[in-house]
């Protein structure tokens, strides 16, 4: 059984950056689309970034290109989202999902996940 646990969430003021991390414990992360997702309250989940089993391919959301970057570290067995300009509307709680047969942007698009991470809040406030 594939578990997904999420950290680097926190406060941080705007234009600043975060890290967050996808540990995967149970199973290799080799065969799987990784995808952040995140929900504001009030607001629908949205595909933030995926990024495909060998890290070739990658989406972005409109909202977060040009200051988002999604990696992955498989000998780690984990997946990273690098936040840089943060703004107040990335304020979110951000959620990681791997799926087993997936494109990057189907899995962001349609917020398409075998198994769940439990999530990490983000706050960017001055």
């Known amino acids: 059984q594939l578990q997904l646990v999420e950290s680097g969430g926190g406060l941080v003021q705007p234009g600043g950056s975060l890290r967050l991390s996808c540990a995967a414990s149970?199973?290799?992360?080799?065969?799987?689309?990784i995808g952040w997702f995140r929900q504001a309250p009030g607001k629908e989940r949205e595909g933030v970034s995926c990024?495909?089993?060998?890290?070739?391919?990658?989406y972005y959301g409109d909202s977060v290109r040009g200051r988002f970057t999604i990696s992955r570290d498989n000998a780690k067995n984990t997946v990273y989202l690098q936040m840089n300009s943060l703004k107040p509307e990335d304020t979110a709680v951000y959620y990681c999902a791997a799926a087993r047969f997936a494109t990057v942007h189907v899995m962001c698009l349609r917020s398409l996940g075998d198994y769940w991470g439990q999530g990490t809040q983000v706050t960017v406030s001055s």
């Open positions: 990024i495909s089993r060998s890290g070739s391919a990658t």
């Open positions: 149970g199973v290799s992360l080799d065969n799987y689309v």
